[in-house]
């Protein structure tokens, strides 16, 4: 049998958990093996957060070039809004690049200087606690860990559309591979209104692609409550994207050897999208765990492939956890850091330490970056209602163009939003669709932390006009 080398630690996938955990592991003297298939970071550094919200920048610079003879600011030759200049595709994807190397970078010196055996390969469980890795010259050697952890991530759904096989490769895109096109679409068809679609359709509208979105929900970004998804609804339209809402793509043909034909299925019958060059597939994520051979561990897994564990972060398997977006939703990159927090203090800390870290009622915060950002924390008004079913539930709403710093800098779009009990004033969900309404929801979030009542923020003395002044005259809405 080949040599098999003893860890008493081996993580599967770098990632935004992994990385520090590995690093917090080796640092402790726990000989720590680190296995990526691909890129050190993981999805937020290479394919996600980092890259994305880089172009989207991008996409802000152009939407205020666009606006510049509203706040009366002229580029030469520019006699009205949406004209007179040029976008460098090449120059954005080169920004970006740059952006996820120096990051890329960052990790790998850590790891390194942390003495973390990084192992460049694909892990396949041969038993519990014995790990296949998979060199991509299709060598292999084994390993043995006394503990391990699978942080492996997930990627974007395959697309799924009858016609798609004679479509030129490159005109049929996921989220990452949007972000490799060396030049600007001329007519992308976004399918699925998710976060990820949202922030693509209007980032390349930004840059001057003609886009539509096809969602065969009733509202874009099912989770939010609807009078927020409207809103957004509307920015996005006056921001010249198409939406199609209750409606699906139903096949696909090529007219041209540059433009294809998208057959849809709406709420009034067939309509037919023409003149497309590309199409992104934002319609979902699935696990990594196909390859991972969980079952000769003996590891749980649900349905669609995610690793089951419970509030510790533990498998099936006693000395086997798990982390990051594996385990299955919220899929954001600061879940994946707080579950390396929990771990850390599982696998190194006194075990007899209480409270014992866990997910049991973490307050998850999120932002989607479209801009006007829409930043949420806490519950939303119908899951604050499913699950206090007896309690008295107060909601407040407020346009932004109420709030006088908006209108200072000509951002009126977007919308608050808050749910809180009624009898104790505890801030239950917020969410703020503004201009860094992501800043503005932390403010919030902090102060639901300290379990401070909303009464507390209207009568607070914030700085003058500062966008979190709104946080005074919010509440006025309760009812």
Same mark, same amino acid.
């Given at each position: 049998m080949a040599t098999i080398t003893h860890y008493d630690a081996i993580i %599967? $996938?770098?990632?935004?958990?992994? =990385?520090? &955990?590995?690093?917090? &592991?080796?640092?402790? /003297?726990?000989? =720590?093996? &680190? %296995?990526?298939?691909?890129? %050190?970071? $993981?999805?937020? %550094? /290479?394919? $996600?957060? =980092?890259? =994305?919200?880089?172009?989207i920048a991008s996409g802000r610079v152009a939407h205020l070039t666009h606006r510049g003879p509203n706040y009366g600011i002229h580029v030469p030759g520019q006699t009205e809004p949406n004209n007179a200049f040029t976008v460098s595709m090449l120059k954005v994807r080169q920004r970006k690049r740059d952006i996820v190397s120096s990051f890329r970078s960052g990790s790998e010196k850590g790891l390194e200087a942390a003495g973390v055996n990084v192992i460049r390969g694909e892990a396949q469980f041969k038993d519990a606690s014995t790990i296949k890795v998979i060199f991509p010259n299709g060598n292999h050697q084994f390993l043995k860990g006394e503990k391990i952890i699978v942080n492996v991530g997930c990627r974007p759904a395959p697309p799924r559309l009858a016609g798609l096989e004679g479509i030129e490769k490159d005109r049929v895109l996921d989220s990452t591979s949007i972000q490799e096109l060396g030049e600007v679409p001329g007519h992308l068809v976004v399918i699925g209104g998710g976060y990820i679609g949202v922030e693509f359709g209007q980032l390349f509208a930004r840059l001057g692609s003609k886009v539509t979105m096809v969602h065969r929900g009733a509202q874009l970004l099912p989770r939010e409550d609807k009078e927020v998804a409207t809103e957004l609804l509307n920015i996005l339209r006056d921001g010249h994207l198409s939406v199609y809402l209750g409606a699906t793509a139903t096949s696909i043909s090529s007219t041209s050897a540059e433009t294809v034909s998208l057959s849809l299925a709406t709420q009034s019958g067939s309509e037919i999208v023409a003149n497309v060059t590309h199409l992104l597939f934002a319609t979902g994520r699935i696990p990594n765990t196909d390859h991972l051979n969980t079952d000769a561990a003996g590891i749980d897994v649900d349905a669609k492939g995610y690793i089951k564990c419970n509030e510790f972060l533990e498998t099936s398997v006693p000395s086997i956890y798990v982390m990051g977006d594996v385990k299955g939703p919220p899929a954001f990159t600061h879940i994946s850091y707080d579950d390396f927090r929990i771990l850390k203090a599982a696998l190194l800390s006194d075990a007899l330490e209480h409270p014992r870290p866990s997910t049991k009622g973490r307050l998850v915060p999120y932002v989607v970056y479209a801009d006007p950002q829409l930043g949420h924390v806490g519950l939303h008004e119908r899951e604050a209602r499913e699950r206090y079913p007896g309690m008295k539930i107060l909601t407040a709403t407020m346009p932004m163009s109420y709030v006088a710093r908006a209108l200072e800098t000509d951002e009126p779009g977007g919308m608050m939003k808050a749910v809180v009990n009624a009898d104790d004033g505890q801030i239950l969900g917020f969410t703020c669709l503004s201009t860094e309404g992501g800043e503005l929801m932390s403010a919030v979030q902090v102060a639901m932390i300290a379990k401070l009542p909303y009464w507390k923020l209207q009568d607070a003395v914030f700085a003058h006009p500062a966008f979190a002044e709104s946080l005074n005259n919010l509440w006025g809405f309760l009812k």
């Open positions: %599967i $996938g770098s990632g935004q958990g992994g =990385t520090p &955990l590995a690093k917090a &592991l080796a640092s402790a /003297n726990k000989k =720590t093996a &680190l %296995i990526e298939k691909e890129h %050190i970071g $993981g999805c937020c %550094i /290479n394919e $996600g957060c =980092t890259p =994305t919200k880089t172009m």
